[in-house]
């Protein structure tokens, strides 16, 4: 006959029941400023910028307002995206950026 110990659960337990608040936490549509969305982690791992402000100021876009940022070319946003960055487009960057927020806000 073998012995098994499977002491440990309630530790694990606790780890659900956190994961599952932040998971509610976050749950439906959220606001992230772009600082947050963007940190400087994942800026100096993905860019050769050390903040998203930084990069924007360094790209081709004159950008003071949302209105300005929503006014970009798409085609133009990606291209400066693709040369700037490791990714493709401005919607695979933030797509990225989005899962490691939320990873983040998961505990993860």
């Known amino acids: 006959m073998i012995k098994v110990d499977f002491s440990?659960?309630?530790e694990l337990e606790r780890e659900l029941k956190k994961i599952e608040q932040n998971l509610k936490n976050i749950e439906g549509e959220n606001s992230i400023p772009f600082t947050e969305l963007f940190p400087f982690e994942f800026m100096k791992k993905h860019t050769q910028f050390s903040s998203i402000e930084d990069m924007f100021n360094e790209s081709p876009f004159t950008i003071n307002s949302e209105e300005d940022f929503a006014a970009i070319d798409e085609?133009?946003?990606d291209?400066?995206?693709?040369?700037a960055t490791d990714f493709d487009s401005w919607g695979k960057m933030q797509e990225t950026a989005a899962i490691n927020w939320a990873q983040k806000q998961l505990g993860f």
Do not use: R, T
Request: aromatic content about 18%; glycine content about 10%.
């Open 8 to 10: 440990g659960f309630e």
């Open 79 to 83: 291209n400066f995206i693709n040369k």
């Open 75 to 77: 085609d133009e946003l």
